[in-house]
């Protein structure tokens, strides 16, 4: 009797879209290199395509770092607001604030994978451009983050009357260094505890900077109460 041999097929995994593997390309290398280490032709040759697809798809470099924020910043922006409009409905100051703190840390921390919202590879993109001075990527920056950010600090005014704006702004400025370093510096605090403090604990991670945020906005209300004004 004949048989007939049936043919194995190999599985090969579909070749990601162009335009998210020069996305995911363009990510990796300028969270090595920066955004001015970084040239288009080396963003074409990582994400195995010609050079033409890259200009094809965003035009110039600026409009891909543009699209890489994009892709990042709608997510996390949304998760704040929401967060932000729960925290909005607690009638205690003190859990207020420690709830609006919480609202614009929990997005950074929350990804799983570096596409959806946060991502440690976003991080080291925004910890290493806002050292470059790039004026291309700072106007980037700003259009992703200044409106969210500002309502974040109207909101925190709201929970500490006493202190001013230009002291609040501060702080916020200070979280968001703190925010920067403990995503893309995790591994230091694990070496420095002996392995007793993980700095991968996100959860640990996020309450921490709370309460310490949170504690440093306080005292600026009880400053300026004590001191009379």
Known sequence: ???????????????????????????????????NGV??????????????????????????????YDRHTKPMNQRRLELLSEAGRITDRKERLHAIVRAFVIPAFSSQSDVAGGGARFTRIRAILSMEGNEAARHIIAASFDET?????????GCVPNADRGSIL???????????????????????????????DHDRATEELVRATAAALQELDLTKRKAGF
């Open 1 to 35: 009797m004949q048989t007939t041999e049936i043919p194995v097929h190999t599985y090969k995994k579909p070749r990601q879209p162009t335009r998210e593997a020069i996305l995911d390309a363009a990510e990796l290398l300028m969270s090595q290199r920066g955004f």
């Open 39 to 68: 040239s288009l032709r080396e963003i074409a040759r990582e994400s195995d395509v010609n050079l033409g697809s890259v200009t094809y798809h965003f035009g110039t470099k600026e409009k891909l770092l543009a699209a890489i």
């Open 149 to 157: 950010t500002n309502l974040f600090v109207d909101a925190i005014a």
């Open 170 to 200: 501060w702080r916020c400025h200070f979280l968001l260094g703190a925010l920067y370093y403990t995503l893309v510096n995790g591994d230091r605090i694990d070496r420095l505890s002996g392995g007793m403090v993980k700095g991968s």
